[in-house]
């Protein structure tokens, strides 16, 4: 597609519930990013995919984020048991590797609220 | 570890204006630097991109200008207009980690007419 894409847009939930976010990348970018950013802080960076190699988890919160990627395709973050401090936008990004310098595109954010 | 502070995280000018935002980081091995623009309910606008071997970019009314060994860089905006008003962040790529980007927590600008 033209540019990122990510579903949904807007996501309500209750506490203790597991929800599910998608992120369409870019057509050819190999390198896959989920970054969160709450209400007034700046983004936070959770996990990065690149190809095959394993990811970088590095960012993500506790054990109850995780994430998925099959090749250089839709990725998955999916948060179980949410908390009220989940409550978010999640914004997922992708870059070449090479070229452009790793320059980074984002999509428009999946707004998480947890009641 | 890499911090990135903004200042001012609020600023709002009358149209016409030229403007300085700023962006400083405590560590100077950085891969590149990118300025994003974030309008409200949508996603991050790549606004420039500078690498560490450079001092500065520009794209149209924006110029970027990166002192790498002060960790500091500068977003100018010449002759604002009320398009401009958004979220303006920068963001930091470090030299050992080409994965991630490390973020300020923006400046909010609001330019009226």
């Known amino acids: 597609g033209a540019g990122v894409s990510q579903s949904p847009s807007n996501k309500v939930t209750e506490k203790g519930k597991d929800v599910e976010l998608r992120c369409d990348p870019i057509s050819g970018h190999t390198a896959l990013y989920w970054y969160r950013q709450r209400l007034g802080q700046g983004l936070e960076f959770l996990i990065y995919f690149q190809g095959n190699s394993a990811p970088d988890k590095s960012g993500l919160p506790s054990d109850r984020f995780s994430a998925e990627r099959t090749g250089e395709s839709v990725s998955t973050l999916t948060i179980q048991r949410t908390q009220q401090e989940d409550s978010a936008v999640y914004l997922c990004?992708?870059?070449?590797?090479?070229?452009?310098?790793?320059?980074?595109?984002f999509g428009p954010g999946t707004r998480l609220t947890v009641l | 570890k890499q911090e990135v502070t903004q200042i001012p995280a609020a600023l709002s000018v009358p149209e016409g204006e030229n403007l300085v935002l700023n962006c400083s980081f405590t560590d100077s091995a950085i891969y590149n630097l990118q300025w994003f623009r974030q309008d409200p309910g949508k996603g991050l606008t790549s606004l420039l991109l500078i690498q560490s071997s450079q001092r500065e970019q520009t794209s149209g009314r924006l110029n970027a200008s990166l002192d790498k060994s002060s960790g500091r860089s500068t977003l100018y905006i010449a002759a604002s207009q009320p398009g401009d008003s958004a979220t303006y962040l920068c963001a930091v790529r470090p030299s050992g980690g080409y994965n991630k980007l490390i973020f300020g927590a923006g400046t909010r600008l609001a330019v009226h007419p």
């Open positions: 990004a992708s870059s070449l590797t090479s070229g452009r310098q790793y320059e980074q595109f």
